[in-house]
DNA sequence: TAGATTGTTAATCGATTAACAATC
DNA sequence: TAGATTGTTAATCGATTAACAATC
């Protein structure tokens, strides 16, 4: 039960146990034993007792886990029994199909807003979802409760949007640009690096 | 120089060596240390000289490295120097906003054509790259030299398509649909689990 | 109850950091 | 040469796996 050290790479894992649950869900499997879902992730089953037991004890002994329940209690560890509300930073083709990922409403997470400095752009809608002039950022963030902001506009823009964001109390930037943001401390930043992502795979397939 | 057992944590660090090289490089720097290096990236410089050691002693004693020949040389680790032929398999949102990722031509990627099912998209052209039928897949992979192949379709299509893929000799994926594909142990799988990854974020903002 | 499987401690493994001799 | 910094070995730290007592 006790949250607090939690290394990094459980963090990593507890989104991929949930779309395992997602699934033994969705083919009607109702519980599960570690030794089974190890199979199945090709993860040892020590390794997921040991990621579970950090939150608490979810399983029973002798039975094993209730797919339904692990499923909720990983959900409610990720924060996605509440609504996490979005705003994206960039129009542009990336921001666009973020835009349209609408299956993160599904999992607690609501786009509202986009900005843009295009004034072209501006007052459109994208996938529903309206755009406004980056120049009004401040002045949204005041009148709205936002608790994520996505960045994908070139890495000189985002230092200096992330510097703006953090400043009107942003607390967890998804990031997409080239770079690393500098931010403070209490700030959550996720990377998405995606051509870092393209060069570790063209090292693996130059290896194997 | 002995590329053996590189650990995954080595390689998901190479590629972001690279772009702060890359960064020095632009700011005309010539000449780095450990140390200074270090500073930057706010990393060890213990694990520095020790990650670039696995490969080969780029530095002189005294001196440091000098940046634009690790750079170099980094990218050679990471098979940049040749170019890497890719296609993409969905001309959706996501696959429109990575064929305009014309950066990637820069740094040793080249997008060579799209494949989708949809028949009002084929034929036509996103971003100056050419739409086939999903169709002609085999043909074309029977046809043309491809490296590397991306994956942003829906789960169930995408683990067939893998297979397909696999099977017409295609030893690398770039994956992103919602899914762990199963391949053959001789291919490369890059996943960008994008979902997962914003779930980590609300985590880590949930958690602050 | 007997069997199964968890929760948890202990052992192992691997990765990171520290230290320093080698050397430019 | 003296100073600086690498390359590399050794020490530490953390994460994974194994083992098993607790217990459903």
Do not use: C
């Amino acid at each position: 039960m006790n949250e607090i050290n939690i290394s990094k790479a459980i963090i990593r894992r507890l989104p991929r146990y949930y779309r395992y649950l997602e699934e033994l869900k969705s083919e009607g499997i109702e519980r599960i034993s570690s030794g089974e879902l190890s199979e199945r992730m090709k993860v040892t089953a020590s390794q997921i007792r040991q990621d579970l037991n950090h939150f608490g004890g979810f399983g029973q002994q002798g039975y094993g886990y209730k797919v339904n329940y692990l499923y909720e209690e990983i959900g409610k560890i990720l924060g996605l029994d509440r609504v996490n509300r979005l705003i994206l930073i960039g129009a542009g083709n990336l921001g666009t199909a973020l835009a349209n990922y609408t299956n993160y409403r599904n999992r607690g997470f609501m786009i509202e807003a986009i900005f843009d400095r295009d004034p072209s752009k501006v007052g459109t809608r994208v996938h529903d979802i309206p755009v406004y002039s980056i120049d009004e950022l401040e002045a949204y963030l005041s009148e709205n409760s936002i608790d994520i902001a996505t960045i994908t506009i070139p890495k000189e823009e985002a230092v200096k949007v992330a510097k703006r964001l953090t400043d009107a109390g942003i607390r967890a930037i998804w990031n997409f640009a080239h770079t690393d943001l500098p931010v403070p401390d209490d700030v959550a930043v996720e990377n998405v690096h995606l051509s870092e992502s393209l060069m570790s795979l063209s090292y693996k397939l130059k290896n194997m």
